[in-house]
């Protein structure tokens, strides 16, 4: 079955870095696009990078310039490497992939990342 597990998140002061990792099985990962979404409490869960299976990315406006995304297919891993973190960056951050037809969402169980002094 297809399995997400995150990694990765902690306590980081303002301005500080954070690489996250998520580890797949249960599928072909090198076909599929990976996500990562974010939850912020009260707020709504949004996307903040994709990386298509070619390895094309997109990110979130607010995260552009300070966030990349990468996979190692090697690795079944999708990384999502944050930088210049700012507190409006504290969420629970969940992998994702849809797979099927129609597409179905699979998720991780989150990891959380506090930006905090």
């Known amino acids: 079955q297809v399995q997400l597990v995150e990694s990765g998140g902690g306590l980081v002061q303002p301005g500080g870095s954070l690489r996250l990792s998520c580890a797949a099985s249960g599928f072909t990962f090198s076909t599929y696009t990976m996500s990562w979404y974010r939850q912020a409490p009260g707020k709504e869960r949004e996307l903040v990078a994709s990386?298509?299976?070619?390895?094309?990315?997109n990110l979130a406006d607010s995260v552009k310039g300070r966030f990349t995304i990468s996979r190692d297919n090697a690795r079944n891993t999708v990384y999502l490497q944050m930088g210049n973190l700012k507190p409006d960056d504290t969420a629970v951050y969940y992998c994702?992939?849809?797979?099927?037809?129609?597409?179905?969402?699979?998720w991780g169980q989150g990891t959380q990342v506090t930006v905090s002094s």
């Open positions: 990386i298509g299976s070619a390895g094309s990315t």
């Open positions: 994702n992939t849809k797979i099927g037809w129609p597409r179905r969402d699979y």
